[in-house]
Structure formats: C-alpha cells, structure tokens
Nanobody
Framework: QVQLVESGGGLVQAGGSLRLSCAAS????????MNWYRQAPGKQRELVAT???????NYADSVKGRFTISRDNAKNTVYLQMNDLKPEDTAIYYC???????????WGQGTQVTVSS
C-alpha cells in the first residue's frame, strides 16, 4: 500500500508564503502523478496542482502564478510552494496519488492552511 503524510500547514497573513510537503512511503512509483487537492469549509474538494512523472505540471486557474508543485523522487516527497497567499486559499490541503500498481487513489490526512486578512 501507499502512505502519504502532509506537513507544513499553518496560519499566515495574506501575502505570506507556506511550503507544504507530502512524504510518501510504501510501494510508490515515481511513474505515478502526484496531486495536491484542497477543501474549504462547505465546499467540494478541488484539484490545486498536479505533477507527472516527467515533471510536467498543471494548476488550477485560481493558483496559477502563485503556487508551484515539485517532486523529489529520491526522497519520495512532493512539495507545494504557496506564495502571495489569500484568505480564499484557506482550506485543508491533501496530497493524493493514483497508484498504477494498486489501481486506486491514496490520500494523506490533510494539513490545515489558514490565511488571515
């Protein structure tokens, strides 16, 4: 199986920055894409950023130019650098991957990001 553990969340003022980390363990493949999702209170979970095995990235329109996703395959870790944070970025952020071995999604427990105005 795959275990994902997020860290790096916290409280920050608008305009500030945070860096989230997602440490993966278990039977994880560097060929699998990794994703960051977020869920704000009363809202559906939304895809924030994706990084593929070859390093290609994709972002939600709401975070383009402010967030950067990266991965270190040697450390089995994915990062989300978040700059110029806004109150609307407040949410629980989840790491996700769809395993090519187990043919299912795996999720971390989430990390809270709160941006004050």
């Amino acid at each position: 199986q795959v275990q994902l553990v997020e860290s790096g969340g916290g409280l920050v003022q608008a305009g500030g920055s945070l860096r989230l980390s997602c440490a993966a363990s278990g039977t994880i493949s560097s060929r699998d894409a990794m994703n960051w999702y977020r869920q704000a209170p009363g809202k559906q979970r939304e895809l924030v950023a994706t990084i593929t095995s070859d390093g290609s990235t994709n972002y939600a329109d709401s975070v383009k130019g402010r967030f950067t996703i990266s991965r270190d395959n040697a450390k089995n870790t994915v990062y989300l650098q978040m700059n110029d944070l806004k109150p609307e970025d407040t949410a629980i952020y989840y790491c996700n991957t769809r395993s090519s071995r187990y043919l299912r999604n795996f999720w971390g427990q989430g990390t809270q990001v709160t941006v004050s105005s």
